[in-house]
């Protein structure tokens, strides 16, 4: 069983950026990937980056180069660093982790999810 907890949303301005951080607790703590979703009113739930393990990343491409996903496997924290932020990055963002290391971008490889932050941009 792993439990996470995400912090770090507020309101921010179009341009600004957010830093949003991710707690996992596990009693034993398994060698997992961990993503970042979203999911804004009325939409599905997006993915947007995952990490594993080792620290290799993978990217939504609409995303790639603002959004950049990191972790600390000895704090058992993952991040997401949010740059240049607009309207449309407006939601509700989760962190999210897999059973496995090997897991991509399909939500449905990640069994715990956080109970989401949110993130609002204002122009």
């Known amino acids: 069983q792993v439990q996470l907890a995400e912090s770090g949303g507020g309101l921010v301005q179009t341009g600004g950026s957010l830093r949003l951080s991710c707690t996992a607790s596990?009693?034993?703590?398994?060698?997992?990937?961990m993503a970042w979703f979203r999911q804004a009113p009325g939409k599905e739930r997006e993915f947007i980056a995952r990490?594993?393990?080792?620290?290799?990343?993978e990217y939504a491409e609409s995303l790639r180069g603002r959004f950049a996903i990191s972790r600390d496997n000895v704090k058992n924290m993952v991040y997401l660093q949010m740059n240049s932020l607009k309207a449309e990055d407006t939601g509700v963002y989760y962190c999210?982790?897999?059973?496995?290391?090997?897991?991509?971008?399909?939500?449905?490889?990640?069994?715990?999810w956080g109970q989401g932050t949110q993130v609002t941009v204002s122009s």
């Open positions: 999210a982790a897999a059973r496995t290391n090997g897991a991509s971008m399909n939500p449905n490889e990640y069994m715990y």
């Open positions: 596990e009693r034993s703590p398994s060698r997992r990937a």
């Open positions: 990490i594993t393990w080792f620290g290799n990343t």
